[in-house]
Nanobody, 118 residues
Framework: QVQVAESGGGLVQAGGSLRLSCAAS????????MAWYRQAPGKQRELVAT???????NYADSVEGRFTISRDNAKNTVYLQMNSLKPEDTAVYYC????????????WGQGTQVTVSS
């Protein structure tokens, strides 16, 4: 089984920055796609950013230019650098890993809380 764990959330003032990390562990083949989602109170979970095994990236319009997703394949870790944070970025942020071959499946982390105060 693959385990996915997020870290780095916290409380920050508007305009500040946070760096989230997501580490995958366990026996598995290459992780093809890793993604960050978020869910704010009363809202549906939404896709924030994705990064492929080839390091191609995509971003939601709401975070484009402010957030950066990256990955370190040697460490099986994906990062989300969040700059110029806004109160509307407040949410629980979840990491998702997609695996084929050994350990194939879609795996979610437990989530990490990001709170941006005004």
């Amino acid at each position: 089984q693959v385990q996915v764990a997020e870290s780095g959330g916290g409380l920050v003032q508007a305009g500040g920055s946070l760096r989230l990390s997501c580490a995958a562990s366990g026996r598995h083949s290459r992780i093809n796609v890793m993604a960050w989602y978020r869910q704010a109170p009363g809202k549906q979970r939404e896709l924030v950013a994705t990064v492929t095994s080839g390091a191609g990236t995509n971003y939601a319009d709401s975070v484009e230019g402010r957030f950066t997703i990256s990955r370190d394949n040697a460490k099986n870790t994906v990062y989300l650098q969040m700059n110029s944070l806004k109160p509307e970025d407040t949410a629980v942020y979840y990491c998702k890993a997609s695996v084929v071959g050994v350990g194939a499946g879609v795996y979610w982390g437990q989530g990490t809380q990001v709170t941006v105060s005004s």
